[in-house]
T-cell receptor
Framework: AQSVAQPEDQVNVAEGNPLTVKCTYS??????LFWYVQYPNRGLQFLLK??????LVKGSYGFEAEFNKSQTSFHLKKPSALVSDSALYFC?????????????FGTGTRLQVFP | EAQVTQNPRYLITVTGKKLTVTCSQN?????MSWYRQDPGLGLRQIYY???????DKGDVPEGYKVSRKEKRNFPLILESPSPNQTSLYFC??????????????FGEGSRLTVL
C-alpha cells in the first residue's frame, strides 16, 4: 500500500539547535514528496517539495529536506531552530493510479522549540 | 490576495440537521479537495475534484456529498450529520497542471461539532 509515515508524534529542541523531523514513504514509481506546516488555528502552508533533481531541497523559512531513495525517507531539517518554528508539521506523498491523483498526508509531528 | 475561503469557520449543530460548508478559491485552480483532520489520524481526504463537473471519492467519503458546478466553488454537504463527523475540515486547491505536483493552498479550516 502507498503510504507516508511520521514516526514521531512530537519533537522537542532548544532554540538555536538543529532540528530534524522524520518522514518515510512507500510508493510505487518515483515519489513526489511535500512538507507542510500548520500553525495554531490556521490552515496548512506549503514548505517545500521534491519532484526530481538534487536530493537536498530548500524551502520557506530556512527549512530544507533531504530525499534519500535507498532509505525511502524525506526528513525535514533546519540548522538553527527558532521558537516561532513551533508548529505541527505534515509530510505528504503524491499517489497516482488509473483513477486518482492525490496527496496522502502523514499523521503529523508537533515541533516544540524551547527558548 | 490569493486565498481559499471557507465558511463557516465554526459550527455547532445537531444530529440529522443538513449543513453545507462552502469553499471558494480566487486563483483559477482546477483541482480542489476536502480533508478532515482528527487527532492521531492526520489529514484524510473526503472528496476531490480535478475540474468542473468532475468529482471523485477520497479515502473517507461516507456521509458527505460535494458538487463542482463552477471552477471557484466546491461546497461540502453533510445531508444528515452524525457525531462521528465532528472534526476540523479543510478545503484545498491546486493548479494541477499535469497532476497534483504543485503545492496545495489550504483554507483556514471549519471546526464542526455535531451533538
Amino acid at each position: 500500500a502507498q503510504s507516508v509515515a511520521q514516526p514521531e508524534d512530537q519533537v522537542n529542541v532548544a532554540e538555536g539547535n538543529p532540528l530534524t523531523v522524520k518522514c518515510t514513504y512507500s510508493v510505487s514509481g518515483n515519489p513526489y514528496l511535500f512538507w507542510y506546516v500548520q500553525y495554531p488555528n490556521r490552515g496548512l502552508q506549503f514548505l517545500l517539495k521534491y519532484i526530481t533533481g538534487d536530493n537536498l531541497v530548500k524551502g520557506s523559512y530556512g527549512f530544507e529536506a533531504e530525499f534519500n531513495k535507498s532509505q525511502t525517507s524525506f526528513h525535514l531539517k533546519k540548522p538553527s531552530a527558532l521558537v516561532s518554528d513551533s508548529a505541527l508539521y505534515f509530510c505528504a506523498v503524491r499517489v497516482v493510479s488509473y483513477n486518482t491523483d492525490k496527496l496522502i498526508f502523514g499523521t503529523g509531528t508537533r515541533l516544540q522549540v524551547f527558548p | 490576495e490569493a486565498q481559499v475561503t471557507q465558511n463557516p469557520r465554526y459550527l455547532i449543530t445537531v444530529t440529522g440537521k443538513k449543513l453545507t460548508v462552502t469553499c471558494s478559491q480566487n486563483m483559477n485552480h482546477e483541482y480542489m479537495s476536502w480533508y478532515r483532520q482528527d487527532p492521531g489520524l492526520g489529514l484524510r481526504q473526503i472528496y476531490y475534484s480535478m475540474n468542473v463537473e468532475v468529482t471523485d471519492k477520497g479515502d473517507v467519503p461516507e456521509g458527505y456529498k460535494v458538487s463542482r458546478k463552477e471552477k471557484r466553488n466546491f461546497p461540502l454537504i453533510l445531508e444528515s450529520p452524525s457525531p462521528n463527523q465532528t472534526s476540523l475540515y479543510f478545503c484545498a486547491s491546486s493548479l494541477s497542471e499535469g497532476g497534483v505536483t504543485g503545492e496545495l493552498f489550504f483554507g483556514e479550516g471549519s471546526r464542526l461539532t455535531v451533538l
